[in-house]
Each structure stands twice: as C-alpha cells, then as structure tokens.
C-alpha cells in the first residue's frame, strides 16, 4: 500500500531523515519506536506530505506522491492522521466535528454525514456526546474523538503521531483499546508510540529509528526480545 525509497528531510543543514526505505502493506499495524529527536515524526509527516521531502520516493498505491504532478489534496483524503494534540474544531460539537470534512471535501449530504457521524461515535464509546464542545472531554475522550473523525473520512490508512502521550496515565486505555480494535478490523496503521506493550501486542512490524535512520525493521517479538542493533539494545533497557 505505502512503499518508501530512500526519503530523505533535511531543514536547512540539518539532515533529519537520511535515506529510509520500507514498505506498508495493505491490513499491517507498523509501530514507529525510538527516541525523542530519532525523526519519527518528520517520518510520518512525509508520509501524508505535510512535510515535503528532499530526497527519495513515497508511493501510495502506485502514485508516487513525491511526484509534483500529485494532487496531493486527494492523496490525503485517503490518509488519516491523528495528532498528540487532538486538534479538534473547538467551536464545533462533537458531531459537526465528524461532518465537516466529508460534507466539504467528499460531498456528502447532512444526513448522510450525520448517519455515519453517530455510527462513529458509538464505535468509540462516545455515542452520548454528539452536541457536546470538545472543552467539555476528558483528553481521552478528545483523542476518541479525533479518531472517529479520522475515520468519517473513510481513509485507507491511519497515521498516528503519538496519541496517547498527552494524556493521563489512566485514559491511556481507553484510546489504546479503540485502536486495537481499528486494527483488528483490519485498518492500515502507522503508529509512532512510546507505548511498548502496546506495539508488542498489537504491531505486525516495528520499524526503530535512530538518528534519522532505519536501524530496525522487524517483527515485534524479535524487536523486543532480541534486538539486532546496540542502539535498539541501549532504547530498550531504558524505557523497559
Ligand atoms: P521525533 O518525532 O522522533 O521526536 P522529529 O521528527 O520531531 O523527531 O524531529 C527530528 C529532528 O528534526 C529534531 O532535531 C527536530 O528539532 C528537527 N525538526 C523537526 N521539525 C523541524 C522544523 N520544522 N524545522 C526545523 N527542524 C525541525
Ligand atoms: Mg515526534
């Protein structure tokens, strides 16, 4: 579904990612791991060109989206993100939250919209709070939100950039549970996380980054239980 070539990011002189190469297949969990600074999130903002990159190739589903013939508008209609920070519309509710972009960018009727809107909020244990203003949610119910609305745009695949960082330890769960279920149905994710058990548990892959390279490519338990690399060694004793 994704296959990355040799991308590079640098911002001025400083060289961010430094040639990675990998590739999604449709159904698979990925979960990005490394430390703070590694790239990971550049990594992932590549992926959807909210960073445009320096070096390299990304295709979704044979388009080369690095190509500037690209409409990349459209591109990302198909890719789902979900940020630290929630960014929800704080000046709508919940609901209009959910309807908003597959009214504006996909066309579809208020009814419709809506329809599917409740369908979601259900999905996410968040059925009763559809005229409520995101400054009424506990951060995981934000962050359950923000998921939701991901989907309302029916994307082929979900990036995750750390969604359970900003939250207190105990709504944690709660978020991690919504998304072990969007994998179980089969969604295509990438998930930067500090979440190890998580990863363990749910990733089909781990890709581990350090210094703006791919130091690790590799199943979870192999991950976890024998790193190849000293580097993955040394992030592992520390955050275990
Ligand atoms: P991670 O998500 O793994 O913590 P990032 O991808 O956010 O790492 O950042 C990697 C490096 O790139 C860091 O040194 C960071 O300061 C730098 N960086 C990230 N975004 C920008 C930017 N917009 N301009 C300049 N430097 C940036
Ligand atoms: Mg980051």
Redesign the pocket.
Known sequence: MIKIEDLHKS?GK?E?LKGISTEVKQGEVVAII??????????LRCINMLEKPTGGHIWFKDQDITDKKTNIMKVRENVGMVFQHFYLFPHKTVLQNLTYAPMKVKKMSKEAAEKQGRELLQKVGLGDKEAVYPNRLSGGQKQRVAIARALAMNPEVILFDEPTSALDPEMVKEVLAVMKSLADSGMTMLI?THEMGFAREVADRVLF?DGGLLVEDSAPAEFFSQPKSKRAQEFLEKVL
């Open positions: 911002y400083l961010v490394g430390p703070s600074g590694s790239g990971k999130s550049t990594f930067v980054l």
